[in-house]
């Protein structure tokens, strides 16, 4: 989580970014499973929909759509 926050911006301490995320981690731990259950489930559809959307973007790319893109 460091290094992704850090490419973005070097003004935050790593220990502010790493203690939101357990801090977060935690509370889903300790509600009720159904909100867990509920936090897995749109991280789920998040995943697939990257994953399709890169998918997607890899077969434009191979075929030559940036070229197509870059003359219009």
């Not at 159904?34 to 399709?52: D, P």
Request: hydrophobic share 60%; proline share 1%; aromatic share 14%.
């Amino acid at each position: 989580m460091n290094v992704i926050i850090s490419y973005w911006t070097l003004t935050l301490s790593p220990a502010v970014a790493i203690s939101v995320g357990i801090v977060v981690l935690g509370a889903l731990n300790l509600w009720s499973v159904r909100w867990f259950g509920e936090a897995e489930f749109w991280i789920s559809i998040t995943k697939v929909l990257l994953i399709l959307g890169l998918t997607l973007y890899t077969f434009i790319t191979m075929v030559g759509g940036y070229v197509i893109l870059r003359s219009l």
